[in-house]
């Protein structure tokens, strides 16, 4: 029966595509089930992705989607194990429909093919892919993107069913990550996305680069809080969605306070400093007797993996001695900033990064989270739409705007919510209508030559 199945995708498959996953699948160890539920996912895209991109535009050719499934197949899934509901296997997943242990290359998951693609794409993320300087900023920026990414990376298979354009909001894993997202990806392009979620430039700092690109294709103004609310919306919902981040955040909220109250008294700050150094300095003598001391590196090993949760625990000694190595650098290149602190242009470059990073840090302090996800999403929306007015501005070819207007058609039936899409949103009512009459308006003047 498999065998036919198999048979059955190869004949409908084009044969390059079907060829080169099957060669990849020859070289894992993978179950049938496995294979066939990957053959079924190469299948469903082959028959979707040109209505998708109909839709869309704005994405990259079906040959280069495919491409990049079977990549990261090859390189980033060694094991795949498919959990069935109904059994007591399920119990491995506990109340999540999956686990990833990216060190060791795994993927549990339900036998659900969306599932299986969105663990694909996470498994093959680049965490290190924005550098703001400030810790919180640049893990939930990257998480924000890289979430972003893997649902729309699920998007030709789960809305588009080679009949109909069907967008369930409750199979979206987070419907604020993928608006966000979207935004971007409208705006930026693709190519640069990609480019981004891949850090295909190492040298690039992507976000200096879209904020310059927003600000030559848009306006200043426009691009400075477009950015800055991103920002806000990432912090919020590592908040939201992260627990165990929830009480780093909050405990490093309180030292930050705490040290810029100090910085008030320069006095007071030169005893902190002073402790600080002494601090590192142990720190640094300890992963140095770990790093060079095989028992103490197993004992750390041991303790590290006891309070980690499945999916991030460490793989091997070995890579803990290398994650140590890192922490002994940073620790040193810590040790020598603090050592610069006494320069006095210094201390004040330093107050304002604190200052900097405390503004993020607060958002810990608010309320309602949800309120203000809800909040910084309209602003976000609001900005985004008068970027796609300037955008309507500058076209004079018909078949741009014919583009652009497809574009908005897309953007318009996003959800926003599990109960709304964009267009339903009445706070935006004011900005879509001006938009639709710019676009209208744009339209006549390009019909009758003007």
Known sequence: MQKKKEKFFTQLVKKDYNNELEEVLEKKMFDESVKNLLLSIL?????????????????????????????????????????????????????????????????????????LLYCISKISKNEKIVDTKIEILDESLAELLNVGRSIETVEPLRDFNGYSWTTIPKEIESIKHNLIYQNLRILLGYKFMNKWISKEEFMINYLDSAKMKLEENYDKKIAKDLIEEIKKISVLLKIKYDKNEKKKIEQEEKETKERLEKMQNKEDFVKVLTQDKKKITEEIKILDETL?????????????????????????????ANMLIEEREQKIAELEKLNGLLNPKKYISYKKELEEKYKYLELINKEDIEKEIEEETIKIQKNFLKAYQKSTEKIVEKQDLEKLMYEFRYYNLLPFSETLQIYEVKELKAELKQTIRNDNKKSRRIKDGR
């Open 292 to 320: 060079n001391n095989k028992k103490m590196l197993q004992d750390e090993y041991k303790k590290r993996n006891e309070k980690l949760p499945l999916e991030k625990k460490i793989f091997s000694a070995r890579i803990l």
């Open 43 to 115: 299948y469903k895209i082959e028959v979707s992705y040109n209505d998708y991109k109909t839709i869309k535009r704005n994405v990259e050719n079906k040959e280069d989607y495919i491409k990049n499934f079977i990549e990261m197949i090859n390189k980033n899934c060694d094991d795949i194990k498919l959990v069935k509901m109904n059994t007591e296997e399920k119990n491995i997943l506990g109340n999540k429909t999956f686990l990833i242990e990216k060190e060791k290359k795994r993927i549990i998951c339900y036998p659900i093919e969306r599932k």
